[in-house]
């Protein structure tokens, strides 16, 4: 069973950091592509950033690229969004998903795929 747990969320200023981790078990990286995703209230949920493996793909939304890095440790089974230069636009529950490799597309232009397993997310807020 395809299983997800985010952590590292909190509150901070703008223009802090803070590092999200998503921890997976029931699978192995090498086989699925991970992503990020975060929804406001009121807001659609955004995809924020994207890595597959076997794609050897990451993929990042304009609005964090260049501030938010997306990587993996395969020997912890666990996938990373390190986020800096933090927007009080940026506020919102993060989400990461997963994907088998076959029906996900991921590189710089793109990040393609269902997603339909799911954490339980991991709340973000930053103050001005």
């Known amino acids: 069973e395809v299983q997800l747990v985010e952590s590292g969320g909190g509150s901070v200023q703008a223009g802090g950091s803070l590092r999200l981790s998503c921890a997976a078990s029931?699978?192995?990286?090498?086989?699925?592509?991970i992503g990020w995703f975060r929804q406001a209230p009121g807001k659609e949920r955004e995809r924020v950033a994207c890595?597959?493996?076997?794609?050897?793909?990451?993929y990042y939304a304009d609005s964090v690229k260049g501030r938010f890095t997306v990587s993996s440790d395969n020997a912890k089974n666990t996938v990373f969004l390190q986020m800096n230069s933090l927007k009080p636009d940026d506020t919102a529950v993060y989400y990461c998903?997963?994907?088998?490799?076959?029906?996900?597309?991921?590189?710089?232009?793109?990040?393609?795929?269902?997603?339909?397993?799911w954490g339980p997310g991991t709340q973000v807020t930053v103050s001005s």
């Open positions: 998903a997963a994907e088998r490799s076959m029906w996900a597309v991921v590189s710089t232009s793109e990040c393609v795929g269902d997603f339909g397993s």
């Open positions: 029931g699978f192995s990286f090498a086989n699925y592509a």
């Open positions: 890595i597959s493996e076997y794609d050897r793909g990451t």
